[in-house]
Nanobody
Framework: QVQLPESGGGLVQSGGSLRLSCAAS????????MGWFRQAPGKEREFVGA????????NYANFVKGRFSISRDNALNTVYLEMNSLKPDDTAVYYC?????????????????WGQGTQVTVSS
């Protein structure tokens, strides 16, 4: 098993920034990629981005448009989601996920482990 507690969520004004963290523990050697997803009330969970745990290669959703970036610190087993120029539409619960198989895929079903989520609220 892999545990993925997220942290760093909160309330921020439109145009502001937040950095989310996800510190993986447990069988971290089995991880190929880490992903970030989000889910707003009444909407399906959607892909934000993913990072290859070894190489640092990334894949982002189109709506990110250079505002968000994902990075990782292998020594700390931690992945980060840096979010800039936040908009009210970015308000959601943000989830960290881990995938064991090859590929920076975009569907929730493609990920094996999930964190509990952290709330991000962007006020206008």
């Amino acid at each position: 098993q892999v545990q993925l507690p997220e942290s760093g969520g909160g309330l921020v004004q439109s145009g502001g920034s937040l950095r989310l963290s996800c510190a993986a523990s447990g069988r971290t050697f089995s991880i190929y990629a880490m992903g970030w997803f989000r889910q707003a009330p009444g909407k399906e969970r959607e892909f934000v981005g993913a990072i290859n745990w070894s190489t640092g290669n990334t894949n982002y959703a189109n709506f990110v448009k250079g505002r968000f970036s994902i990075s990782r610190d292998n020594a700390l087993n931690t992945v980060y989601l840096e979010m800039n120029s936040l908009k009210p539409d970015d308000t959601a619960v943000y989830y960290c996920a881990a995938r064991r198989q090859i590929g920076l895929l975009t569907l929730p079903a493609d990920y094996d482990y999930w964190g509990q989520g952290t709330q991000v609220t962007v006020s206008s």
